[in-house]
């Protein structure tokens, strides 16, 4: 038996299969200007015969009509976190337009949380404007800030950074401390918006930007926590979903 897992994204739409014991599948589309068309692709692209049950999650959850159940992204991050590590009682997600910090008890429920969808200066959505200024793919960040020594970035509204960045530029800053000071604009924000819930255990860090070592260190570094991710960090919430539609299919066969 298989499950399909959807969270469509602000920015991405993301997918995963689930066989009861293991993810055996996963894909990723980027957010149209028609979230519905990028949901629907992803769906008929993992979707087949074999697959008994699906669950949609994140912003355009409503908008697959296909899907059997849908579910908040809180949720389905959480039980991807925690399918990922199953020590995770502190989750982190910094997705393209939020911010979501996630509590778990011990039996893996979700028992407090926080979303920041107010303020793009602390997201995906931050950095990759902030990359195209600084003319540098962020797929090579990582590589882009070793060795560099950040620049303060004082400004907590994306357009005036983008301002004070340009002006740093005029000034010949270096680009790769530029891109550690956004690095570290993003991660201390987002660690003063965590600590709200006076975080006390390691923290499973999901979303894009857990691909990036540069980001998991110095996010530790604020935090002052051991951040701990997973290569299947971005599909956090699709993975969630997939495990959630597992459990309710079983569920239903029993009945």
């Known amino acids: 038996m298989l499950t399909l897992g959807i969270d469509s994204g602000s920015t991405t739409t993301k997918g995963a299969l689930f066989d009861g014991t293991q993810v055996v599948r996963t894909a990723i589309l980027p957010t149209s200007a028609n979230p519905r068309e990028s949901i629907l692709a992803l769906y008929h692209q993992l979707h087949s015969p074999e697959v008994t049950f699906t669950v949609s999650t994140g ?13 908040t992204e809180i949720t389905c991050h959480a039980r991807g976190a925690a399918y990922l590590n199953p020590a995770t009682r502190v989750v982190v997600d910094i997705g393209g337009q939020d911010s979501k910090v996630i509590l778990l008890d011990n039996g893996l429920n979700v028992v407090d949380f926080l979303m920041n969808d107010k303020c793009a200066a602390g997201t995906g959505r931050f950095i990759e404007v902030m990359m195209r200024i600084l003319e540098e793919d962020l797929a090579s960040i990582d590589e882009f800030v070793v060795g560099k020594h950040p620049v303060n970035i004082s400004s907590m509204c994306t357009v005036f950074a983008e301002s004070e960045i340009v002006s740093l530029l005029a000034t010949g800053a270096d680009r790769g401390d530029v891109a550690l000071g956004v690095i570290q604009s993003i991660c ?20 894009g930007l857990a691909n990036f070592e540069s980001f998991r260190s110095t ?7 051991k951040v701990n991710t997973h290569p299947l960090s ?4 699709a993975i969630g979903a997939s495990v959630v539609a597992y459990n309710k299919a079983k569920r239903l066969q029993r009945v």
């Open 59 to 71: 912003y355009g959850r409503d908008l697959l009509e296909e899907a059997d159940q849908k579910v």
């Open 188 to 207: 201390r924000r987002t660690a003063v918006f965590a600590q709200k819930l006076s975080l006390q255990e390691e923290v499973f860090f999901s979303g």
């Open 219 to 225: 996010l530790q570094s604020f935090l002052g926590l």
């Open 234 to 237: 971005q599909y956090a919430g």
